[in-house]
């Protein structure tokens, strides 16, 4: 089994700036992707930011330029630095990871989500 755990959300006003940070444990023999989705109330889960084993990123257009994602994969840990902070960022944020378990299982996890609100 496998668990990943957010923290670093709260409430912050426009301009602003958080840290996310996600640590994954358990079973796990190597990290793929790592990433941040959001989930804002009556819209979809979207892609915020990615992250390869290798540093290769990935950043939804909205964010480009204002938050940064980082991971350090000897830790199994994820970052997102979040700066410039609007009220559209407002929103549950939810770290995955792409895993290989030590059994040999390929599969995606999620964490349980941390809110960010954002007041203007």
């Known amino acids: 089994q496998v668990q990943l755990v957010e923290s670093g959300g709260g409430l912050v006003q426009a301009g602003g700036s958080l840290r996310l940070s996600c640590a994954a444990s358990?079973?796990?023999?190597?990290?793929?992707?790592m990433g941040w989705y959001r989930q804002a109330p009556g819209k979809q889960r979207e892609l915020v930011a990615a992250?390869?084993?290798?540093?290769?990123?990935n950043y939804a257009d909205s964010v480009k330029g204002r938050f940064t994602i980082s991971r350090d994969n000897a830790k199994n840990t994820v970052s997102l630095q979040m700066n410039s902070l609007k009220p559209e960022d407002t929103a549950v944020y939810y770290c995955?990871?792409?895993?290989?378990?030590?059994?040999?299982w390929g599969m995606g996890y999620w964490g349980k989500g941390t809110l960010v609100t954002v007041s203007s």
């Open positions: 992250i390869t084993s290798g540093g290769s990123t």
């Open positions: 358990g079973s796990i023999f190597s990290i793929n992707a």
């Open positions: 995955n990871a792409s895993v290989v378990t030590l059994d040999g």
